[in-house]
């Protein structure tokens, strides 16, 4: 890996997927485990939530999310209620966001 890169920074998404159960909770333990052996900080953002989203949908995310804050701890940074899709428009409040908690964990 470059010594440019100096954390590595994951965002995910769900693209509408209402069951959160073993292929992506597994997904995510075994991409932690990977993880261990890496040469680089990590951090991982909070799956958002989707305006209106269904019920359904929205447990599955919470289920993920807290998954990964159980599994990254410090390295995990929630997303604002208020931020519901990675676009364009909200990339400058992300990069804020990451910038902020990256520094508190230097």
């Known amino acids: 890996m470059p010594t440019q890169i ?17 292929p992506t909770i597994n997904a995510i333990t075994q991409l932690r485990d990977a993880l261990t052996t890496r040469q680089r900080p990590t951090t991982f953002l ?5 305006e209106d989203e269904p019920q359904d949908m929205a447990d599955g995310t919470q289920a993920i ?3 990964l804050a159980d599994l990254f ?16 428009g909200t ?8 910038s902020s908690a990256v520094d508190a964990l230097n």
């Open 91 to 98: 990339a400058h409040d992300i990069v804020s966001l990451v």
């Open 65 to 67: 999310n807290l998954t």
């Open 6 to 22: 100096q954390r590595i920074v994951f965002a995910i998404g769900i693209n509408d997927r209402t069951n959160s159960n073993p």
């Open 46 to 50: 909070a799956v958002p939530h989707f």
């Open 73 to 88: 701890g410090n390295d995990f940074v929630q997303l604002p209620a208020d931020l519901h899709h990675f676009s364009t």
